[in-house]
Nanobody
Framework: VQLQASGGRLVQAGGSLRLSCAAS????????MGWFRQVPGKEREFVAT????????DYAESVKGRFTISRDKTKNTVYLQMNNLEPEDTAVYYC????????????????????WGQGTQVTVSS
């Protein structure tokens, strides 16, 4: 499966953005999906994940209550709605996919994912 992340841009603190991750090649409904982010000099970190069923989700503590992950099977796309953005959210955001047989599985570790998108830059100004 090929992943294409988009939607990143410069935004002021307190603002909102919605990132999209479009999957091609195979339906993304077959995959657990995740969002990660990375800043220069640091390891890639988990942000959010959603199970194949679209119901089970998990979030990093730093984004709980502000970010929401969702998926649209008809569009083969996963979204990350980011509200009340903070300068600390500045990073390159990556989407990722992993096949799992159980529809309720969510994955928070980078090494669990098999496919990665190219990343989209989010910059939050103070």
């Amino acid at each position: 499966v090929q992943l294409q992340a988009s939607g990143g841009r410069l935004v002021q603190a307190g603002g909102s953005l919605r990132l999209s991750c479009a999957a091609s090649g195979r339906a993304n409904s077959n995959y657990v999906m995740g969002w990660f982010r990375q800043v220069p000099g640091k390891e890639r970190e988990f942000v959010a994940t959603i199970g194949r069923n679209g119901i089970n989700k998990d979030y990093a503590e730093s984004v709980k209550g502000r970010f929401t992950i969702s998926r649209d099977k008809t569009k083969n796309t996963v979204y990350l709605q980011m509200n009340n953005l903070e300068p600390e959210d500045t990073a390159v955001y990556y989407c990722a996919a992993a096949w799992r047989s159980h529809s309720n599985v969510v994955l928070t570790r980078t090494e669990s994912y098999d496919f990665w998108g190219q990343g989209t830059q989010v910059t939050v100004s103070s």
